[in-house]
């Protein structure tokens, strides 16, 4: 793989989270707690932790709420360098609310997004070195969904990420509240000739691009269509909105041959937000690292990603040492210690 300053860059949106605290509930509490996340932001802050150099490609308002936003990505170790400021009477980060659920009480989300700073990015506000710049590129539906701005620049730059011989990862991360299916549909499979690593969930792949069959059929489906070279699909069980179990799949083409391993039993849930796209940093990680080997891929995207649920806010916070414990416990058959001390 090409020698290159990023080991990843990422296009995508960085959000104002505001949750009550514990389980209070939006419409009655009083205070907020405020974090920073964002699908693209939460992946390239789990590769970075794992040891990785990953940047973030942005639009942010030139503002003290902006300021804090690119303190807490420089906090994560991922780098502000492709961050642009929106100095604009209306600049804007785009804010969500997030209550936690307990059962039998689901979690909420209320999106106050429209209009940021984001939604009116260009690929012209970026100089031409950025797309020889990264080993691989990615982004996900969420950010091909927020604007036509944002749709026109995330292909742009999945385009041009490509001629320069970078590898190009995309996440559907299908969001009913910003398109529809269709929309979805026509969009990703228009970029897909282009992309290498594809995420996308069983759930998804039967609503939006009707599939049928089981996970493995849909997967060798995709390959059949496209010229891609990994596919994972993500398998969660939902117990209760505090109880979750974790696993995935992952299919490397060339080799035909799928991955899996037996399930992150019963997690205890702290905040599942960001779980998804820790799945995803982990499983980039392993490929990036491990010279785009599938199994060590798979591991380290499913203790990433049940290890997250059990972090509050969006993005992750163990380092490479720490998920390889959780590995290895996860692998272990035998004595299971109580403290690590």
């Known amino acids: 793989m090409k020698k290159t300053e990023f080991d990843l860059l990422a296009l995508g949106e960085i959000l104002l ?12 509490g009083d205070v907020f707690q405020k974090q920073v996340g964002g699908a693209e932001l939460n992946v390239v802050s789990g590769v970075s932790l794992l040891g990785l150099r990953s940047g973030i490609i942005s639009r942010i308002p030139d503002s003290s709420i902006g300021t804090y936003a690119k303190n807490k990505i420089r906090f994560s170790g991922v780098s502000d360098d492709y961050l642009v400021y929106d100095s604009g009477r209306d600049a804007r980060l785009g804010v969500y609310y997030y209550e936690n659920g307990a059962y039998p009480r689901k979690p909420g989300i209320v999106y106050d997004r429209q209009h940021s700073s984001m939604t009116r990015v260009s690929a012209d506000e970026f100089t031409e070195e950025i797309y020889s710049a990264s080993r691989c590129f990615h982004t996900s539906g969420i950010t091909l969904a927020l604007s036509e701005s944002c749709r026109q620049t995330g292909i742009e730059m999945i385009k041009r990420f490509k001629e320069q011989g970078t590898c ?4 559907v991360n299908f969001r009913g509240n910003l398109w529809t299916g269709e929309e979805a549909r026509e969009c990703i499979e228009g970029i897909l000739p282009y ?12 609503l939006t691009f009707g599939k049928e069959g089981n996970v493995k059929d849909i997967m060798k489906s995709f390959a059949k269509d496209y010229p891609l070279s990994v596919i994972a699909s993500t398998q ?11 696993t995935s799949v992952i299919y490397d083409v ?10 992150y039993q019963n997690i205890e849930v702290v905040d ?9 940093s982990g499983v980039l990680y392993g490929l ?3 010279d785009g080997d599938c199994k060590k891929a798979l591991k380290y995207g499913n203790a990433s990603s049940a290890v997250k649920n059990t972090i509050p806010g969006d993005m992750p916070s163990l380092t490479r040492s720490e998920i390889q414990d959780i590995i290895a416990d996860h692998e272990n058959t035998g004595y299971h210690s109580e403290m690590k001390r």
């Open 17 to 28: 989270r505001l949750s009550p605290p514990d389980n209070e509930r939006i419409m009655r």
């Open 168 to 171: 190009i990862s995309f996440d």
């Open 195 to 206: 992309v290498d690593i594809f995420f996308c969930s069983e759930d998804t792949a039967r």
């Open 236 to 246: 969660r069980t939902v117990h209760s909105p505090k109880v979750h179990s974790f």
């Open 254 to 263: 060339k080799e035909d041959c799928y991955y899996e391993e037996k399930p």
């Open 272 to 280: 599942r937000i960001g779980s998804g796209d820790a799945y995803v």
């Open 288 to 290: 990036l690292s491990e």
